[in-house]
């Protein structure tokens, strides 16, 4: 019976290592770092149910397919005849890269949509996930999700460049959405979103949305005619020092109402702010189509319908050139205002008149502005008659008051005199007066002193009498008071020694006592 019960513990022993040596050996699987381990599950070998799972989805517990989670990095264990084990290696996005997701698993979407709501592992349709991936590590069922690693992407449509994948948007830019599918989620429609993006990075899926950046602020546009210049560069001028136009065709041109050929030159500082990009995109497609659609067409137009209703003259010099470039850019601001473009400035800078209308106004100018200057000369002479005039009066008005001055100076100072003399002498009788007082009073102080000091000296005596008395009775006798004033002065370390000596004995005694006294006292010393 022991040797049954030993074979079966080695048997038991042999069986449980050769289990252990098969599930170590066998069923361990070892996933490193950065993969994960996917599993289809066979099925039961002999018996079970071997239900499979349902096409295009994966499967539930107990059902043949691919299984949904993954397993991470480490050892698992797995039988090789129930599982199919496979390392696959974990998504890796990079900065500066996007992933676009695509769900290979789920139902279909609704007709006309192509999106797929919801994270890695939540999705429920087929489809482009609509969420994109920016850089990090994902450990996602290849099964189930296919990814797109996309770096910067450009769309061109036309004269737009759309962006998506890695989109950065420099300071001084916004990005403006065009969304390609509606978003149920957040109720975004379709189309060119109203809300531009703040400088930054952001991943975009190129699939549901394209970006355009768009840079805003203030640029400068400028229609300006070419000009004759010399080899040397210089610019070549005529007779009144006026530059000369080389090119007809170039700057802007217009006639005026008296039939006169006009050139000008016009310069316009505008801009687009961020909540005006979205209508700038949506009509216009870019910056340089509103610089080229709008803004230079619209400074030529409004210069010429408003130049032409002005005559030569009038354009030269005067009020009604002044009128006529504050018009011409209120009108202009008025035009780029409706459009949502901002108008810094609108700046006539030069108009160019012909000579033959130039010169006779410029000579009466001249001659008007020669005949101001001698008026104004004149004017200035007779003026400065009056400074002068006024220059003396100022002078003999000095001298009267500084002559004023000294003789105020002169009586303030006898005053001051004066009154300082009698002070003094006030002040003189008063010490005079203070000091027999106080004659008066140090006399009377030292009879009271005196006084004082006789009482003083009264009473100490009667008091030592009266103590002396108190004493004496105290004591009873004199003799008594006596002995205790003689005690009291004795020396703090006086030794007092007691001798008993017999009746008629003293003398005999003292012959024994006094080498003993000696003794102790050189004992003492």
Known sequence: MLK???TLVIVIALLSAVLFSFHWMINRVYVPRNMSLLLRYKGPLLVGSRE?????????E???GILAQLRGPG???????????????DQIVKPGEVAIVRSMLGGNLPEGQYLVDGKLGETKHKGILRKAYGPGRYRANPYAYEFEI??????TSGEQIKHAGWVTIPTGYVGVV??????????AKSGIQDLVLPPGIYPINGKEQQIDIIEIGYRESTISVTKRTNPDGSLQLDDAGEPMVADKSSGIHFPSNDGFDIYMDFTAIWGIMPNAAPRVIRTFGNIQA???????????SICRNNGSSYAAVELLVGEDRQAFQLGTSESFKTILKEKQITLLYGLVRHIYIPREVREPIQKAFVANELKLTRDQEQQTAKEEAFLREAEQKVELERERVRAETEKMIAEAIAEGYKIVGTTIAQTTQRVAEVDRKIAHLQAKATIELGKAHAETQKLTAEAHSQKFALAVAAFKTPQAYNRWVFASNLPEDVKLKLIYAGKGTFWTDLKEFAPAMLGKMQQDE
């Open 290 to 300: 509103v610089q080229e659609k709008v803004v230079l067409p619209q400074i030529e």
């Open 150 to 155: 996309v770096k910067t992407q450009t769309f």
């Open 62 to 64: 107990g059902e043949i």
């Open 52 to 60: 499979t799972a349902q096409p295009g989805h994966f499967a539930q």
């Open 4 to 6: 049954l019960i030993k």
């Open 178 to 187: 065009t969304n390609l599918a509606a978003n149920p989620l957040t109720n």
């Open 75 to 89: 050892r698992h264990f797995y039988c090789p005849i129930w599982w199919d084990r496979t390392i696959v290696r």
